[in-house]
């Protein structure tokens, strides 16, 4: 026989991604009693549907925020598994409506769940913090003995050896680990699309993108399939699916959330720090994954991590001076009029406040801030994305060919090359630093004395609301805050509006990226999506950036409509 004759035939590509979705669809037929049907023809807007097919129940308990879960499990009031088995119905209901989950786990998921019962049968207490919590997984965060495709057809046969740290500090925690999500092909969308799962569609419009790349961790949660989920974050991963989704979404300081054992292209190598943080149902939510995590002390078994406890106690008072700045726009791209609307609205009521000074913020060259992200993104020019793309055959998805092969800053440093980025880097985080510092000038127009600086950054979450599929191209109102490393939390404000939120005759484009994005401006197609803003901090101030905004949330009432 010859040489050739031996060589093993590679499969296609198209049946790999077959076998994947095959296998997520045999672990929701797993579920019992069974996952409802659905229409054939669905409506563009699924977020009724699950009220309409599931058990009153059910309903009640997946509509529950995980602050309030955690509550009623602590005290007997609810079972893990009753809990667990509602939100595996809700979980493959949002599956068979936006196409966001690459496996449930049912078997997993209801065995560790009568665990934690019988334990507080015995013991009379919960396990820990999250006991009887159902959280769902970004599928990169390695799960011990699942696959970890990181959503590359190749990568399909990867097993985790063991479970992410995060998901070891959860699962001490009391937490129920039950679906793991969607993800796109190499990561780097604002979208989630793969030749493996297809497009997670946004369950408010399926004509428009849930968000990336934990889109599938966006629509899932919208849609009550879970309350509290792991995401991950390196231009806005965590931030675009939370502000498409009418969501609560943390991007925290680099090094303060474990980040050992998760799976994608150059893990350890990048220059440019990805975070894990929370998308949730609420600002509860955000901050209790926030104190579990750290409470944990997570340095003494990952060193990387930088040793802050989590301070639970920090809140805003009305007698605290606070000063908020609102970067309007960042003088590249001026965002649609939904979200210029919801900017005023906030910004007005936040005036009422007697503690509240509101001024404007001056962005600072965000033009050359993602010249010098978008250089640290692949320094390798991309060739560990494209080997891995090409290994199985599979194409490229088209954001995936934008950021790599159509992003002129992409090319394969030198050494000499990446110490001059990586110096641009922390200059223009020095200089950005000084912007912040010389807020602090001026006097209180009340008292008469010296202003501080600016508290926290009221900013767009990106450029538009939920954008049509694979039109997601600027990423600069999250990335921004990537390259500086500062904490960023996003949150619903309210709704596009079409007759309020009009075309804005005789615009004049800053720039050619501001002209493009303008020309994706649709009023009918957005009306009704979720308007969400941005709440920015300086380097290690997560808890003020939370703190901060749940006294406006509280002090305002945010949101301004009623999200489900």
Not at 496 to 518: I, L, R, T
Not at 527 to 551: H, N, T, W
Request: hydrophobic share 40%.
């Amino acid at each position: 026989m010859s040489r050739s004759a031996r060589v093993t035939k590679k499969r296609p590509w198209q049946d790999i991604a077959r076998e994947a979705q095959e296998y997520r669809d045999a672990s929701i037929d797993k579920i019992e009693p069974s996952v409802p049907d659905i229409p054939t023809e669905l409506p563009r807007d699924v977020m009724k549907i699950p009220s309409e097919v599931l058990e009153p129940e059910e309903i009640r308990i997946t509509s529950l925020p995980p602050e309030e879960l955690v509550q009623l499990l602590a005290s007997g009031q609810l079972t893990a598994t009753t809990v667990t088995k509602a939100f595996l119905r809700r979980a493959g209901l949002a599956q068979k409506l936006v196409n966001c989950v690459t496996e449930l786990l049912p078997e997993r998921s209801l065995a560790r769940a009568k665990y934690l019962d019988d334990y507080f049968l015995e013991h009379k207490r919960p396990i820990g913090p999250l006991h009887g919590l159902p959280i769902s997984v970004k599928e990169h965060i390695g799960m011990e003995g699942l696959r970890l495709s990181a959503a590359y057809v190749d990568w399909w046969q990867k097993v985790a050896k063991e479970d992410a740290h995060i998901l070891q500090i959860f699962w001490l925690a009391g937490a129920v680990f039950h679906v793991r999500t969607t993800e796109p092909q190499s990561m780097m969308h604002l979208e989630t699309d793969s030749n493996l799962y297809g497009v997670t569609v946004n369950p408010y419009n399926s004509n428009v993108s849930a968000g990336g790349s934990s889109g599938g961790e966006g629509a899932l949660i919208a849609l009550r399939g879970s309350c509290l989920g792991i995401g991950s974050d390196v231009g806005g991963s965590i931030r675009s699916p939370a502000a498409n989704n009418g969501l609560y979404g943390f991007k925290p300081t680099a090094f303060r959330v474990p980040t050992d054992g998760w799976g994608f292209v150059m893990a350890g190598a990048d220059c440019i720090d990805t975070v894990v943080g929370p998308l949730s149902t609420s600002l509860g939510g955000l901050k209790l994954f926030m104190n579990t995590i750290i409470s944990s002390k997570p340095w003494l078994s990952e060193p990387a991590i930088i040793p802050i406890p989590w301070n639970s106690s920090y809140a805003i008072t009305p007698f605290q001076p606070l000063k908020i700045g609102v970067l309007w726009h960042d003088n590249v791209v001026k965002p649609h009029p939904p979200i210029t609307r919801a900017l005023q609205s906030v910004a007005e009521r936040l005036k009422t406040l007697p503690n509240v000074s509101v001024v404007d913020w001056q962005p600072h060259l965000h033009d050359e801030a993602w010249a010098i992200i978008s250089s640290l993104y692949f320094t390798d020019g991309g060739a560990e994305d494209t080997a891995a793309i090409a290994a199985s055959g599979e194409p490229w998805r088209p954001l995936t060919k934008w950021i790599i092969k159509e992003n002129p800053c992409v090319k394969n440093l030198s050494t000499g090359e990446l110490s001059y980025w990586l110096e641009e880097r922390e200059a223009y985080r020095k200089e950005y630093a000084k912007v912040w510092n010389d807020t602090a000038t001026g006097q209180d127009p009340l008292t008469g004395e010296p202003q501080g600086a600016v508290d926290v950054i009221l900013c767009p979450a990106g450029p538009g609301v939920a954008p049509a599929h694979n039109t997601a191209r600027y990423w600069s109102y999250t990335s921004q805050w990537n390259l500086l490393d500062y904490p960023a939390v996003v949150f619903p404000v309210d709704k596009v509006n079409a007759g309020k939120d009009c075309v804005e005759e005789g615009y004049k484009p800053m720039s050619g990226q501001d002209q493009d994005n303008w020309k994706l401006y649709d009023p009918q197609l957005f009306d009704g999506l979720p308007i969400s803003l941005q709440l920015v901090g300086r380097r290690f101030e997560d808890e003020k950036v939370l703190a901060v905004l749940e006294y406006i949330k509280d002090s305002i009432n945010l949101p301004l409509v009623n999200f489900p």
